[in-house]
Every structure is written in structure tokens, then in C-alpha cells.
DNA sequence: CTACTCTGTTTGACATGTCAAGCAGACTGC
DNA sequence: GCAGTCTGCTTGACATGTCAAACAGAGTAG
């Protein structure tokens, strides 16, 4: 009763995680050898140096790139002592923490981020052109469209067994 | 002198980023939910029992789910603690080791497969038009064919600092 | 105010991944 | 054969991620 993957199908889904393999090793590669940088300080410098005062809230932060605020709050101590991010009080309220950028950590996303675009050029986006790119942006947004209704479960709970079926009400 | 991305380029890029955050969130839930299991536990099972007589050497199943070998040392002593696998000697090499899968093992993978398919297609291949599985099957070919160049290094030195400067000779 | 509950974060114990070192079986030249 | 080297794997120490428990400030009812 199991309806297996086509060929069509088969070679989409593997195609994609393939993908999925090699461009994240090859990317986390350069990464660390251009910038002495993991993927995830990457995600946490880029990520609070869009934010005004270069600044964000644990909690929010770990909202938007899917963390646990768990593995941030751990993360976020071993980038302060390598003197990247500093943690400062949330003035209207008392139990928050404040994440910001020192000036060490936005000098090294800006430098960082040039060569992270070159990296990112060189092994996917200049591979391909403006059809595909759409092609691209189109499933991201029917897959996204579909995820971000079934991803978010209580943020409290991150990581709970059995999170949530979806399938909106239907019929 | 950076080439940033353009809006286009950005919308394919950060698309892509998200969907891959999101859906393997997702997918791993569903994964740990309904069978167990987590993703490296289903890449090691899919992958030997696809394999001859559901076995094969350390070292193969290493590269071909891109693992370091040590890595996949150490998982497979977990999953051999859980009843998931098995080593065995390999014959016409003293040295080299094999990974067995055990009853249970093909048991589980199985029966996580049926739901695993599923799961891919709920949140997945079933959002998709044919048009889109085909295009996607279009960008992975041709991001894979210009990785599975520059990716291989001395599958030895997995980690090195510094790997390979991609860029085929030029001109 | 004071007891309760709730919420944002931290912490500690444990699971998993990485890196470098260690080991034993193969191969090679002599 | 057998020293020297290579290869395939394992191991241990350490880095990173997960889960549940502990905290301390905020909000609420009486």
C-alpha cells in the first residue's frame, strides 16, 4: 500500500540530497579554511549583524534560525570567549539576555562574508541559470509555503516526540 | 570588489537555505516519531541493505554516505550495542572490517521506509509538479557534476584545513 | 504584599561528531 | 623471510548538540 518514489520522482529526491551532502561539505570546507569559521558561528554573526544595533534577543534569535535556545545559549558562550559576541541585559526585562556583535565579531562577518558569497558562487549559484534559479525559487516557496504551517509547534517544546501530523483539517 | 548576489540570485539562495533548514527538520521528526530512528541510523540502513547481501566493507559505506570513516566506527559500535547491525570480518582482508545488517536491522529499515516515503512526499515530492521534480533534478545535475570534481580530496585527509581550490586549470 | 504560575535563559549530564594517534594486517624490495 | 611502509580500522580526548532540570524575574489573583 506504500506508493514508492517514480524514477522521475526518485531522481528528484536524491538529486536534492545528494545536493544537499556535497554543497554543504564543500561550503562548510571553505568556510572554515577562508574565515576559521563553522556554519553555525556564520549563522549566528550573519544572522545578529542584520539586526539594528547589531543585537537580538536569545530567544528570537534562536526563533529564526531554528535553534534550540538550548544550543544557543551553549553556542553563544563558547563565541563569547572567543571574543566574538557578548552577552548584555535586556533592560525592560529582567530575565532576557541580549546577544551583540563586539566590534572583533562584526569585522570578521564583514570579512567573512565576502569570501562566503565568493564560495557560494563558485559552487552553485554561477552554475546555474536564470531558469533554474526561478525553477529554484519557485519549490522553496511551494515547500516553505507548506513547512512553515506544519513546522511550528510550541517553540517551548523544540525537539518533542511526535511533534505534530499535519495534513491541514481537510474534507 | 565582491560580486554580491543579486535579488534573484538571493531569493534562489536563501530559498534554498530554508528548505533545507526546514524540511529536514521536519523529516527527522517524523523520522524519530514514527520509527526510532535518526537520520544517520536510516543513511547507515538504506544503505547497506541496498547492498548484497545487506553487507558491506567500513570503508565503502563511509564514502558513499560521504562519513569519515571514524565517524562511522563510532555509530556503528552504538548501533551494534542497539541490535542494528553487526561486524564481521571481511575474508580476503585481515584488516578490513564489515558491516552486517542483523534481522532486526532489515526489520526496522523496513518497515521506517514506508513511512519515510511517506513523510518525503507529505512534505516534499507531493507539493511538486512534475515540472519542478524536473527542474530540480536539472539543478542537482549540474551543481553535482561540478562537485563531484572538486570535492574529492584524499578521502584520507578528510578535514584537512584548506582542502583544494576548486576552478578547473582555466583559460 | 504574597503565593502561584509562567516565561526566558542557563546549566549539567549525556549523545554524537571530529581530530589525531595507535594498531594490526597487507605489500614491497631486498 | 623481514624491515619499512601503507592501508583500513579503532580508539581516546575533546568539541558540539540534546534533553530535562533548575533558576530568577514577570504577571496575576486574592
Redesign the interface.
Known amino acids: 500500500m ?4 517514480t524514477d ?2 526518485m ?3 536524491l ?2 540530497r ?9 561550503i562548510t ?1 571553505d568556510l ?2 577562508d574565515s576559521g569559521l563553522s556554519d553555525a558561528d556564520y549563522d549566528v554573526l550573519s544572522t545578529v549583524s542584520d539586526a539594528p544595533d547589531h543585537r537580538m534577543r536569545l530567544g528570537e534569535l534562536a526563533a529564526e ?2 535553534w534550540s535556545v538550548s544550543r544557543l545559549s551553549h553556542h553563544v558562550s563558547r563565541m563569547d570567549q572567543r571574543g566574538l559576541v557578548t552577552r548584555d541585559d535586556y533592560a525592560s526585562d529582567g530575565r532576557s539576555a541580549t546577544v551583540v556583535l563586539t566590534d572583533e565579531g562584526w569585522a570578521t562577518i564583514q570579512a567573512a562574508a ?1 569570501l562566503h ?2 564560495s ?6 554561477d ?2 541559470d ?15 509555503a ?3 504551517q ?2 511550528p509547534p510550541d517553540p517551548a517544546r523544540r525537539g518533542t ?3 505534530q501530523r ?2 491541514p483539517p481537510a474534507t
Request: charged letters at 30%; proline letters at 3%.
Open positions: 506504500t506508493r514508492w518514489l522521475d520522482e531522481r528528484a529526491w538529486g536534492y545528494r545536493l544537499r551532502t556535497l554543497l554543504d561539505l564543500q570546507r572554515a579554511a534560525i531554528k565576502k558569497v565568493a557560494v558562487r563558485r559552487h552553485f549559484i552554475l546555474l536564470p531558469t533554474d534559479l526561478a525553477a529554484l525559487a519557485t519549490i522553496a516557496g511551494k515547500v516553505l507548506h513547512l512553515e506544519v513546522t516526540p511526535r511533534t499535519d495534513e
